[in-house]
């Protein structure tokens, strides 16, 4: 089996060229050419399709946000972020070119000391996310989405017949995913929506300032002891896992689980324990198993559970994992999971008025 092919683009030299020493001190990878503008990295990606691209964001000519946009409409390649911008108008941009397809995102390292530990997690993110096959376009047409609208379960009060909160969780391609559903559901959406994405803890603290500069509905991080709002949409802050208990939000420092901090797994488990059959259990795109075990949990505790579908995930790995567990009641591409939210809550806010 050949050597996984690495194209560097970074305009600065020094970190360029740790970048290629890091990358070049494994015999599984080569680097087969490096950029210092945008324009040469989609370039040489074109001429040369790497298995996987290390980009920074900030560079000359073009940013890393176009540079993301344009090589995954025209040579969709693997793409990890590497990154030291962490101010507020770059943040957003990260999670621009993540929505737009890139797969992951990595600090720069800070000081020597942190040298050692970084160079082997660069390493390891790159093969993993080498093994990654991209796509051009992972929406699915709307039209296709329709299917399974209907139907036991996800009919309006289907087994369901007073929904009171709705839980999200995703990994790689998470922020575009979750943007995805908010941007399709109502400003008047009457339920709390309760979301973890997994997002290194550097990159995650603007996350829900830019889905709610985006989305018709409110959405902030969820605050340690606070009451289950009626509505708008919390998310998990970094570091921190978000549980239900006794109708309470709690954030918690515990160890992690699946390797993230916060998970999944636990946020699901914690609704199946205190709702049960009033939740709706949404898990999407993302990389291993989180969120899978969870599912289960509350499908079996009688809430109703959507699994993002193959065709328009990044990566399969988190609702391929439920699905072969038995814990998706619905698998749908993700234009079709804000219609059948909003199905499913139906008649919720009328209720209320009257």
Request: glycine share 10%; hydrophobic share 45%.
């Amino acid at each position: 089996m050949g050597r996984i092919r690495v194209l560097v683009a970074e305009d600065s030299l020094t970190v360029r060229k740790r970048l290629v020493e890091t990358l070049e001190s494994d015999p599984e990878l080569q680097v087969v050419s490096e950029a210092e503008d945008g324009k040469s990295a989609i370039e040489l990606c074109q001429s040369l399709r790497p298995d996987v691209m290390t980009l920074d964001m900030m560079m000359p000519g073009m940013t890393g946000l176009a540079v993301t946009e344009y090589v995954m409409a025209y040579c969709p390649t693997p793409i990890l972020i590497v990154s030291a911008s962490v101010n507020r108008g770059e943040l957003f941009k990260t999670y621009e070119a993540l929505a737009a397809g890139a797969l992951d995102v990595l600090e720069k390292p800070l000081a020597e000391t942190e040298i050692k530990h970084w160079e082997g997690k660069l390493i390891s993110t790159v093969k993993l996310i080498s093994r990654i096959k991209v796509i051009t376009h992972p929406r699915a047409r709307l039209s296709a989405a329709q299917q399974g609208l209907d139907g036991p379960g996800l009919s309006p009060g289907g087994g369901l017949s007073r929904p009171q909160v709705v839980a999200i969780g995703a990994s790689t391609g998470g922020p575009g995913a979750v943007l995805d559903i908010l941007r399709g559901l109502p400003a008047d959406f009457p339920l709390p929506v309760l979301v973890v994405i997994h997002l290194a803890e550097p990159f995650a603290q603007a996350l829900a300032e830019w889905l709610d500069g985006l989305s018709p509905i409110r959405v902030r991080y969820a605050v340690e002891g606070e009451p289950l709002p009626a509505n708008g949409v919390l998310l998990a802050p970094p570091g921190r896992h978000l549980i239900l208990r006794q109708g309470h939000l709690h954030l918690l420092a515990e160890p992690e689980r699946h390797s993230c901090r916060p998970s999944v797994d636990v946020l699901f488990e914690s609704l199946a324990r205190e709702m049960a059959s009033s939740s709706i259990v949404c898990l999407l795109t993302g990389m291993g198993k989180d969120g899978a075990r969870g599912l289960l949990a509350s499908r079996r505790a009688g809430a109703v559970t959507i699994a993002q579908d193959e065709a328009t995930s990044v990566v399969f790995g988190m609702p391929g994992e439920a699905i072969r567990l038995g814990a998706a009641q619905r698998v749908l591409p993700i234009e079709a999971i804000a219609p059948a939210l909003t199905a499913l809550t139906h008649g919720i806010e009328r209720r209320r008025r009257a």
